[in-house]
């Protein structure tokens, strides 16, 4: 049993699973681990600016011939910058997100190249089929770090999203196993988006604090803070808590880039998980274990090929 | 192509399709409707008190021969009544929620009762297996009206709770159509509860400015009110706002209920949807029509079946 959709050949990877481009978390290594398993590993350009971008695409370069994704953070003022190694380095497929693809949707065609904009909403992902793009990844409120203000969950926006454009869409928020695989393409996904389960990979460069406080967790581990500025999903412990008591409207994310920081750095230290910013979708209950990211295609791919044959049972 | 899983069987059914036990809204006329239709029918004796469930009940007797269930709200100090009424009316299936089934599962098993638990996390669905209820409904953060203050969405929810306990789990909280169906049993539950839905069927009692609030709604409609009190996934409107502003920590659910009798006094004269206290999941932005509930059990089965088919494609 094999499991494939229309957009593996279109982004020519053998398996419907794609990294979802982390902020921090999703470099050359993590890309390439993905990739040479047989998914599509995505690039976050934003953790790294456009010189640490340049020297991932060398590593990439050196370490997989297999097709790969670049995420480009549309609202940052260095994407023209970035534009300019996407030849450079034979990049075939970018993923947009965090604005309107529009705006660079000519030239990343000019250039060839394969365009997946992430959205959260409907009326985004219309905006972004009219833009031109070629896939959409629909994220629900379940994803972890930065979400839609809407909170719009993965159940309800996936069909909706699905119905309103002719171009295929990606599953994310939520997703980490192989019952999660199957239930997407049971809504009419082409693949699924997976962040937080790629965190607890052993190509992954989270602290291993941060893995282990990914398999420990339960079902009811992760909430969003800054509601009323800046949603975004992690684990709730100490220090969300103290970075949600400084929400009000008005802020912007920048204005919590310090205590993210600050947060962040505590992670060494934190051996019970309490004080860390651990950023987690709502799949983390659903983590057992820290693998190579391969293996983790692997498990999942078996899991919803099981899976489908248990669903097979339920039709006569 | 029929759709049947081993509950379907258990509880004598058709279709592996359950109606919500609503407040204000699953009365004797939308049970029996759920019912014919192939469907679980569901009656929420919470709405109706001891002496009007007696009256509901003897409606559903006239009207039907299927299986139904009585939802009995396990807080209210009226139960031990509603236990009374049970065999009088020879009812074989009980849903409880709101509390710890552990209370009155000896007097329902006694009576020979198939007692389905409403949960909404891991914790409490180990608890209710514990105490011997003989299924669950795992209900998500996507479900109109009161959710759990964890807020944990159907995608995680659901296989968690699943891997959890070995009784038959059923989905609910975001469902609304046959990919929803298809999505939840490919994730292993064994059928799923809608309400929304068959609020916006024509056997509902609700008013039909309410019913056109859910068919002209889109993906982003529905929030969470009353977040440090009384979680409350409704509609977000003036309405919304208004009671979303007297959320306090401490406050019970029983302090909002006069603000929220006004909402509803409100809904006849809401031309616009604007004003009204109207309860829904976020599966609302799936509906497009007001129809007999039969109709709508038809038209789920029949996607998750056309569903099904595309699902196969992507396996071989």
Known sequence: ??????????LGIDHPIILGGMMGISDAALTTAVSNGG???????????VDGTRAELSKIAETTNRSFSVNLP?????????????????VKIVTT???????????LKDMGIFVIHVISSVRTARKAEDAGVDAIVAEGSESGGKVAIDEVPTISLLPQVIDS?????????????????????????QGVQMGTRFIASEESRAHKNWKDVLVNVGDSATSIALRNSSPTRLIKNEFFREMDALDEPGKKAMDFMHVQQ???????????GSQGNYTAGTGSGLIRDIKPAADIIQDV?????????EL?????
Request: some cysteine; hydrophobic content about 45%; proline content about 7%.
């Open 39 to 49: 998914g599509l590993g995505t690039l976050s350009s934003a953790t790294f600016g």
């Open 74 to 90: 549309l609202f940052h003022p260095m994407v023209p910058n970035l534009l300019d190694l996407l030849p450079e380095f034979g």
């Open 97 to 107: 997100s965090a604005g309107n693809p529009a705006k660079y949707i000519d030239v």
């Open 312 to 316: 097979q049972q339920a039709f006569s």
């Open 301 to 309: 791919l078996k899991e919803a090929e099981s899976s489908m044959r």
């Open 262 to 272: 600050a947060g962040s750095e505590r992670i060494p230290d934190d051996i019970d």
């Open 165 to 189: 454009v002719k171009i295929p869409v990606v599953a994310a928020g939520g997703f980490a196993s192989g019952r999660g695989l199957l239930a997407a393409l049971a809504m009419g996904a």
């Open 1 to 10: 049993m094999t499991i494939t959709t229309p957009l593996c050949d279109l």
